[in-house]
């Protein structure tokens, strides 16, 4: 199987000589956001009432939809070897959080189910199969894959769908109950069981057509709308196999290759899906300023005016909150470009971060919302529907358990041969939006043993200079967060490693979720130390900076270090700032159409 690397074009340059890439996604962002427009006007297609008449009836979005093809969102979806637009995941990162901002659902159904499904196809298939996806998604065809597995609690490699051998290929017999988009799909990427045990050679993938295959040996299964609570009118189609001849030709890859290629590829699909989920929190964090400067929020809503104070600093921390999060995961996104052998770790401390800290940054905003979140319309109503989207997102091979047996086995070699020993990472992978070397699928790796992110923070903190109050304390949350790492590694190399079989210590989950949150205060200080005060002088600001790891210490357990009154003040600016002058409030913090 050739590389899509080997066919990749030389990337495009821009006048003045960096890559097409940075030049390009601003003006695809603009392009995009202009083109859904103000979410709060009611005539508007992909507009709240709009998005939310459909999840109510538990149907696809038909208007929003035809918002994005007017738009060629598929493009964003195929490499551009192949004919469309994609050459960077963070390029599709920052044209994607539109939509998600928006609508979760919108944006998981429309297009990175197709995407997730795709990067299969992209690493393993054929040149005809590549060829053969590129053009149905040009062509604005969907994709689907199915591997949730809901009997055992998502564990992918537990496959109730089996493959054994038949004439000219295998015979498929087996269900999946949830298949996103499969209604709707020309190509449905399949993970199923070709070999017994739970090994590495156990799992297969498939590219198949669904409409050739033959009928009475495959059906599309239907769930009930009730039964659905999250993701509405996308979540509601599963798939059956019947002793389903499938032809050898529709394998991705060698039999056996199943589950290396889709540990591969969640490192693409857990890091780009939990970063679109920031944008939810953006939309939650808008409407909460809504409400708390007394704006209307929804028809029919009532509500007494919140203490100005609480709701100001209540503003602030989930903006800190938003701004923590996104850290990691811009910081994972780049470095799928400049660090790929080490993205195995970054996309699974993402993905596990996402439910421990946006979900509880939703909640804390609801709090600001008060009755209000009752409403079932307008900005309310969507913030309400990303209460019930977000945690769907989170579930399945991309859940925290997941994640953490992702990151787990790998933290004794970590201890032993990274930690305070590995070289720092790039400057480039903290600066959001900056140029970036190609990508490629084949530079990717399960694990190689090293962690730059986490050599980061001691670097950073020695040069952290200590002139004002706001240095100082953060100076000394940096320092903690480095005592933190060297607990850790500590902790790791006295307890017995975790083994493939058999129970784990359940101190080795409590020293994931730690690890987490000290990637997540690397990613904050080389965010901050690398930013350009000439570009954005707030992400060059040590407030920010400072209340976001003393936000990390406070779930660490470090309680000690008191934040300045000022940080939070300087913060809350910046709040009322992207709001009347409509940004993002995201590290990319681009313009926006409402």
Same mark, same amino acid.
């Not at 197709?114 to 298939?125: E, P, T």
């Not at 055992?152 to 996103?180: E, I």
């Not at 509601?236 to 056996?256: I, N, Q, W």
């Not at 986490?454 to 320092?479: F, H, I, M």
């Given at each position: 199987?050739?590389?899509?690397?080997?066919?990749?074009?030389?990337?495009?340059?821009?006048?003045?000589?960096?890559?097409?890439?940075? !030049?390009?996604?601003?003006?695809?962002?603009?392009?995009?956001?202009?083109?859904?427009?103000?979410?709060?006007?009611?005539?508007?297609?992909?507009?709240?009432?709009?998005?939310?008449?459909?999840?109510?009836?538990?149907?696809?979005?038909?208007?929003?939809?035809?918002?994005?093809?007017?738009?060629?969102?598929?493009?964003?979806?195929?490499?551009?070897?192949?004919?469309?637009?994609?050459?960077?995941?963070?390029?599709?990162?920052?044209?994607?959080?539109?939509?998600?901002?928006?609508? *979760?659902?919108?944006?998981?159904?429309? %297009?990175?189910?197709?995407?997730?499904?795709?990067?299969?196809?992209?690493?393993?298939?054929? !040149?005809?199969?590549?060829?053969?996806?590129?053009?149905?998604?040009?062509?604005?065809?969907?994709?689907?894959?199915? @591997?949730?597995?809901?009997?055992?609690?998502?564990?992918? /490699?537990?496959?109730?769908?089996?493959?054994?051998?038949?004439?000219?290929?295998?015979? /498929?017999? %087996?269900?999946? &109950?949830?298949?996103?988009?499969?209604?709707?799909?020309?190509?449905?990427?399949?993970?199923?069981?070709?070999?017994?045990?739970?090994?590495?050679?156990?799992?297969?993938?498939?590219?198949?057509?669904?409409?050739?295959? &033959?009928?009475?040996?495959?059906?599309?299964?239907?769930?009930?709308?009730?039964?659905?609570?999250?993701?509405?009118?996308?979540?509601?189609?599963?798939?059956?196999?019947?002793?389903?001849?499938?032809?050898?030709?529709?394998?991705?890859?060698?039999?056996?290759? %199943?589950?290396?290629?889709?540990?591969?590829?969640?490192?693409?699909?857990?890091?780009?899906?939990?970063?679109?989920?920031? !944008?939810?929190?953006?939309?939650?964090?808008?409407?909460?300023?809504?409400?708390?400067?007394?704006?209307?929020?929804?028809?029919?809503?009532?509500?007494?005016?919140?203490?100005?104070?609480?709701?100001?600093?209540?503003?602030?921390?989930?903006?800190?909150?938003?701004?923590?999060?996104?850290?990691?995961?811009?910081?994972?996104?780049?470095?799928?470009?400049?660090?790929?052998?080490?993205?195995?770790?970054?996309?699974?401390?993402?993905?596990?971060?996402?439910?421990?800290?946006?979900?509880?940054?939703?909640?804390?905003?609801?709090?600001?919302?008060?009755? @209000?979140?009752?409403?079932?319309?307008? &900005?309310?109503? *969507?913030?309400?529907?990303?209460?019930?989207?977000?945690?769907?997102?989170?579930?399945?091979?991309?859940?925290?358990?997941?994640? @953490?047996?992702?990151?787990?086995?790998?933290?004794?070699?970590?201890?032993?041969?990274?930690?305070?020993?590995?070289?720092?990472?790039?400057?480039?992978?903290?600066?959001?939006?900056?140029?970036?070397?190609?990508?490629?699928?084949?530079?990717? !790796?399960?694990?190689?043993?090293?962690?730059?992110?986490?050599?980061?923070?001691?670097?950073?903190?020695?040069?952290?200079?200590?002139?004002?109050? *706001?240095?100082?304390?953060?100076?000394?949350?940096?320092?903690?967060?480095?005592?933190?790492?060297?607990?850790?590694?500590?902790?790791?190399?006295?307890?017995?490693? &975790?083994?493939?079989? %058999?129970?784990?210590?359940?101190?080795?989950?409590?020293?994931?979720?730690?690890? /987490?949150?000290?990637?997540?205060?690397?990613?904050?200080?080389?965010?901050?130390?690398?930013?350009?005060?000439?570009?954005?002088?707030?992400?060059?600001?040590?407030?920010?900076?400072?209340?976001?790891?003393?936000?990390?210490?406070?779930?660490?357990?470090?309680?000690?270090?008191?934040?300045?009154?000022?940080?939070?003040?300087? /913060?809350?600016?910046?709040?009322?700032?992207?709001?009347?002058?409509?940004?993002?409030?995201?590290?990319?913090?681009?313009?926006?159409?409402?």
């Amino acid at each position: 199987m050739s590389s899509l690397s080997t066919i990749t074009e030389p990337v495009r340059r821009s006048e003045g000589g960096a890559p097409a890439q940075a !030049a390009t996604a601003r003006e695809r962002v603009r392009r995009i956001e202009a083109l859904l427009g103000d979410p709060a006007e009611d005539a508007n297609p992909s507009g709240y009432r709009t998005l939310l008449d459909a999840d109510r009836a538990a149907v696809i979005c038909d208007p929003a939809e035809a918002v994005l093809d007017s738009f060629g969102m598929n493009e964003e979806f195929v490499p551009t070897a192949l004919g469309g637009r994609f050459d960077s995941p963070e390029t599709l990162l920052q044209v994607m959080r539109a939509v998600f901002r928006r609508d *979760v659902g919108l944006g998981m159904g429309y %297009g990175m189910t197709s995407f997730v499904a795709a990067n299969y196809v992209w690493m393993r298939g054929t !040149a005809v199969q590549r060829r053969t996806l590129a053009g149905q998604l040009l062509n604005g065809s969907k994709a689907a894959i199915a @591997q949730h597995e809901t009997a055992h609690t998502n564990d992918f /490699v537990r496959s109730q769908v089996r493959g054994t051998p038949g004439p000219g290929g295998l015979s /498929v017999t %087996g269900g999946k &109950p949830v298949v996103n988009n499969l209604q709707r799909a020309d190509t449905l990427v399949l993970v199923l069981r070709t070999a017994e045990g739970h090994g590495s050679g156990c799992l297969s993938a498939l590219m198949l057509a669904p409409d050739e295959l &033959p009928p009475g040996r495959f059906e599309v299964t239907r769930r009930p709308s009730a039964d659905v609570v999250g993701l509405r009118g996308y979540f509601s189609t599963g798939a059956r196999f019947t002793d389903c001849p499938v032809p050898e030709a529709a394998l991705l890859g060698p039999v056996g290759s %199943g589950v290396a290629t889709s540990l591969l590829s969640f490192q693409m699909s857990r890091t780009l899906v939990a970063s679109l989920a920031a !944008a939810a929190v953006d939309t939650g964090l808008r409407t909460a300023l809504l409400a708390g400067r007394g704006q209307d929020p929804g028809p029919g809503v009532h509500n007494k005016a919140p203490d100005p104070h609480s709701t100001a600093a209540t503003l602030a921390r989930a903006f800190i909150d938003l701004l923590l999060y996104d850290s990691l995961a811009v910081v994972a996104t780049r470095a799928l470009h400049l660090r790929p052998a080490e993205t195995s770790l970054y996309s699974a401390a993402v993905r596990s971060l996402l439910p421990k800290v946006l979900r509880d940054t939703l909640h804390d905003l609801a709090g600001v919302l008060g009755s @209000q979140i009752y409403t079932r319309e307008g &900005p309310v109503g *969507v913030f309400q529907k990303h209460l019930r989207d977000l945690p769907i997102v989170s579930l399945g091979h991309a859940g925290t358990a997941a994640c @953490q047996a992702t990151i787990m086995p790998q933290l004794p070699r970590l201890a032993r041969r990274s930690w305070f020993v590995d070289e720092e990472a790039p400057a480039a992978m903290f600066r959001p939006g900056a140029p970036l070397p190609p990508f490629a699928y084949d530079r990717l !790796a399960l694990t190689d043993g090293r962690d730059s992110l986490s050599a980061s923070l001691p670097a950073a903190v020695a040069g952290l200079p200590a002139a004002d109050p *706001v240095q100082r304390v953060l100076r000394t949350l940096g320092e903690r967060m480095v005592d933190e790492l060297r607990d850790l590694r500590r902790r790791v190399l006295a307890l017995e490693a &975790p083994g493939p079989q %058999g129970t784990v210590n359940p101190a080795w989950f409590a020293l994931t979720d730690r690890y /987490v949150l000290v990637l997540a205060a690397a990613a904050v200080l080389g965010v901050w130390r690398h930013s350009d005060a000439l570009s954005d002088p707030f992400l060059a600001d040590p407030a920010w900076a400072a209340a976001a790891l003393h936000r990390i210490a406070g779930r660490l357990g470090i309680r000690d270090v008191d934040l300045p009154e000022e940080c939070l003040s300087r /913060v809350h600016r910046e709040v009322l700032t992207r709001f009347r002058d409509p940004h993002g409030f995201d590290l990319y913090n681009m313009p926006l159409a409402g």
